[in-house]
């Protein structure tokens, strides 16, 4: 079964400083991997999706995330941080060996400090 | 394209009463799934339909939950005798036709709170 580890619960970091925001996963197949925000009270939005090809894709927002297979990771980054980012980030993996489903992880709860 | 849309925002119901929560998808997404999360976690799956036809249900969609698509379009997620355990966000999603099956895009989620 797959799944997907978010190491930090909760993150703080400086407006303007650069962030980095960890995800491991495990699929047995080639993964299909997204990364979602989600604000209070709201729903997901798609960051930025992995499918296949060039390992470093690049989202909204300004956001980038590189998938490394040997590491099963697929790290999220911002080079810097708006305050208008903290929010609580989700990463998630699907795949053909997946159905129709998307595992989450737990969440990483980011905060910005002004 | 108004996105995906879910009705009501907020249940709070009593212990043992049934509660019903609409979506409605993108337009001509013929791919819906429904997710529950509960405080502080991330999204589980619950359901997916493909146009009318329910083909996949978690483990976690008891006997008490039943969801329905009867024209490919809305779908509604229905809670029988609900308890307390069954508060959460219950969130819908669709993805589009030709689009890869796990690529989807969230409703802004029902909040259910049982007392």
């Known amino acids: 079964a797959q799944s997907v580890t978010q190491p930090d619960i909760h993150i703080t970091v400086s407006e303007g400083a650069s962030l980095e925001l960890r995800c491991n996963y495990s699929?047995?197949?080639?993964?299909?991997l997204f990364w979602y925000v989600q604000s209070p009270g709201q729903g997901l939005q798609l960051l930025l999706k992995y499918f296949s090809g060039d390992t470093l894709v690049q989202g909204i927002k300004g956001f980038e995330a590189e998938f490394k297979r040997s590491q099963s990771s697929f790290n999220l980054r911002k080079p810097s941080v708006h305050w208008s980012d903290a929010a609580e980030y989700f990463c998630a993996v699907g795949g053909r060996n997946a159905g129709n489903m998307l595992t989450f992880g737990g969440g990483t709860r980011l905060m910005v400090k002004p | 394209d108004t996105g995906v849309s879910q009705n009501p925002r907020h249940k709070i119901t009593k212990r043992g009463q049934n509660v019903t929560f609409r979506c409605d998808p993108i337009s001509e997404h013929n791919r819906l799934y429904w997710y529950r999360q509960t405080l502080g976690q991330g999204p589980e799956f619950l359901t997916y339909f493909q146009n009318e036809a329910q083909l996949e249900k978690s483990r976690l969609l008891s006997d008490r939950f039943s969801a329905e698509r009867p024209k490919g379009s809305f779908s509604t997620l229905e809670i029988q005798r609900t308890e307390q355990g069954d508060s959460a966000m219950y969130l819908c999603?669709?993805?589009?036709?030709?689009?890869?099956?796990?690529?989807?895009?969230f409703g802004q989620g029902t909040r259910l709170t049982v007392v």
């Open positions: 999603a669709s993805s589009p036709v030709g689009g890869v099956v796990t690529e989807a895009f």
């Open positions: 699929y047995g197949a080639t993964p299909y």
